[in-house]
């Protein structure tokens, strides 16, 4: 049962363009959401996070937005850079007790020259 | 410094061995992850700790047992290795459970290859 998903497994973009990512959630009760980046043979760093009671949370070139009602949310990055290149990952969780972090599979980005 | 180091990196072995993977952390965190990552990129989790106390057991094989000497170290051992054991381990740490804000740190990972 895939609770959290990200159907783009791959996202090419141009330096100094846009990028955004994309994350699907099925599960109603998830009230936390969190990007995670990954370099090869590293684990995942945190990113940005946003609460269900916001729409937006912005950090720098890293911008959020939350759609409850699509359960919907997406990750935008501008501008691209190719340090940006990665593996992005969506989380979510439930704030309740024993809460766990559920991830998507996983988005790879390129940033191209 | 790494943060949450986990050993070793690489584990190749046979079937039917038993192996154990370590993870330390430095930063303080109270709470403690283990996350298999499969051949379908997915990341779940299988154990959490908080203050050497287990939390969360998800369905895992009891051929896996999670071992928390104190709060910076938690071990994972599995008995009797099995050919869809191959997958890369993640040991994590927050410092926050049950807020719901687990930002969670993770170590580098360990590529498990079970021949």
């Known amino acids: 049962d895939q609770q959290v998903k990200q159907n783009s497994p791959s996202l090419s973009v141009q330096e100094g363009r846009i990028s955004i990512l994309n994350c699907d959630y099925t599960n109603s009760m998830f009230d936390y959401f969190l990007w995670y980046k990954k370099y090869p043979a590293e684990g995942p760093t945190f990113l940005i996070s946003?609460?269900?009671?916001?729409d937006k949370n912005e950090d720098g070139r890293f911008t959020v937005f939350l759609n409850k009602s699509a359960k919907h949310l997406s990750l935008h990055i501008v501008p691209s850079q190719p340090g940006d290149s990665a593996v992005y990952f969506c989380a979510a969780i439930f704030t309740g007790t024993a809460s766990k972090l559920t991830f998507g599979t996983g988005t790879r980005l390129q940033v191209t020259l | 410094d790494t943060a949450v180091s986990q050993t070793p990196k690489y584990l190749v072995t046979q079937m039917g061995n038993d192996k154990s993977i370590k993870c330390e952390q430095n930063?303080?965190?109270?709470?403690m992850y283990w996350y298999k990552q499969d051949s379908k990129k997915f990341l779940k989790i299988m154990f959490s700790y908080n203050n050497k106390e287990l939390i969360i057991n998800e369905t895992v094989p009891n051929r896996f047992s999670p071992k928390s000497p104190d709060k910076a170290h938690l071990n994972l051992h599995i008995n009797s290795l099995e050919l869809g054991d191959s997958a890369v381990y993640f040991c994590?740490?927050?410092?926050?459970w049950g807020t719901g804000y687990e930002k969670l740190f993770f170590g580098s990972g360990t590529q498990l290859s079970v021949l």
């Open positions: 930063l303080g965190h109270d709470t």
């Open positions: 946003i609460s269900s009671i916001k």
């Open positions: 994590a740490s927050s410092q926050d």
